[in-house]
């Protein structure tokens, strides 16, 4: 059986198992530039966890020794860990994948004026969160001047060779809804967006992810505030399709925090949920070198519905389009 965490008291999530790992998701800590209202992982300027080199070091390790096909970085902003450079340097010697969870306005931060010539240098996959083509509604997500500042940021990397077709250059959009909904169909919206931020401003982008909030930390408290909470928590488990249980990330990935210590998955991680290795409370990536992992149960929770609700969401985007397509 999986390990159920009660973060919500009606039925329980499906039991889940780890199939073969090939992606490798590490927090390189909490600190950002920005700090939005539908953040997951509270991240913002104040913050101060970042990875150390040490614990970079581990990890590109057990990146070679466990033959990690995909390398997804993440944060808060992970570009403002000093160490950031180094680990796409050298994941992406070792011929492995490396996406960059990039927020956009960190592109035109002072000291981070070069990364997006870095990121193209590398051939580094973007993954940017614009949730809306509209100015008036990511501004008010993720605050004042967010929009133009994303604006700017894509127009750049467009000019480096990201989001064309046959450019070679990966660039793919997020969408989050701005409160407690489910998001709409991702194809129907990537049309959109493609049409609207080439016919408004000239950009191009590969694919647009949607993805569901996920009601724990800095949205949680928002829901709790007005009293919906509890209303969002039953929109997604009704919502719940058991089709995208075969395609959540949490059985092909687990996720590294800013310490070294591992989980089933990003979201697991904010909410204290360590994988669980042979009875053991935590483990560090340190000591996973000779661990199989296939098989093993996922600790799950309420929250969990969040990735399975609808067309279901994860890291990659709407599940039953992303199985359709493989």
């Not at 970042?50 to 390790?61: A, E, F, I, N, P």
């Not at 020794?65 to 994941?91: K, Q, S, Y």
């Not at 990039?102 to 969160?129: K, R």
């Not at 909470?229 to 395609?247: E, P, S, T, V």
Request: proline share 5%; aromatic share 8%; hydrophobic share 35%.
């Amino acid at each position: 059986m999986s390990a159920v965490h009660p973060i919500i008291k009606t039925a329980s999530f499906p039991p889940l198992r780890r199939a073969r790992l090939t992606t490798l998701q590490v927090n390189l800590g909490y600190v950002c530039n920005q700090q939005c209202t539908h953040c997951h992982v509270n991240a913002g300027p104040k913050r101060r966890e970042l990875m150390s080199r040490d614990t970079v070091k581990q990890v590109l390790h057990y990146l070679r020794a466990a033959e990690i096909t995909t390398l997804d970085i993440t944060g808060g902003a992970p570009e403002m860990n000093p160490h950031f450079r180094e680990l796409v340097i050298a994941a992406r010697s070792e011929g492995v994948r490396v996406m960059d969870r990039c927020n956009l306005t960190i592109l035109e931060q002072p000291g981070y004026e070069d990364m997006a010539q870095f990121l193209a240098g590398h051939q580094v996959e973007i993954v940017a969160s614009l949730p809306c083509y509209l100015e008036d509604n990511v501004d008010k997500q993720r605050g004042d001047g967010v929009f133009q500042a994303s604006l700017r940021a894509l127009q750049k990397l467009n000019r480096l060779g990201y989001g064309a077709e046959d450019g070679g250059l990966t660039l793919n959009l997020v969408y989050n809804p701005a409160g407690p909904s489910l998001p709409p169909p991702q194809a129907a919206l990537e049309s959109d967006y493609k049409r609207e931020l080439f016919s408004r401003y000239g950009i191009v982008f590969n694919r647009l992810y949607t993805l569901a909030n996920m009601p724990i930390n800095r949205f949680a408290a928002v829901l709790k505030k007005e009293g919906r909470y509890q209303d969002y928590m039953r929109l997604l488990q009704d919502a719940h399709q058991d089709a995208n249980l075969d395609g959540v990330m949490c059985r092909s990935l687990i996720s590294v925090d800013w310490r070294g210590y591992l989980y089933d998955c990003d979201f697991n991680q904010m909410l204290d949920l360590p994988l669980r290795i042979n009875g053991k409370a935590r483990t560090h990536i340190s000591a996973l070198m000779d661990t199989d992992l296939e098989g093993r149960p996922i600790v799950i929770g309420g929250h969990c519905y969040g990735c399975t609700a609808g067309q279901g969401s994860s890291c990659g985007g709407a599940l039953n389009e992303e199985m359709q397509q493989s």
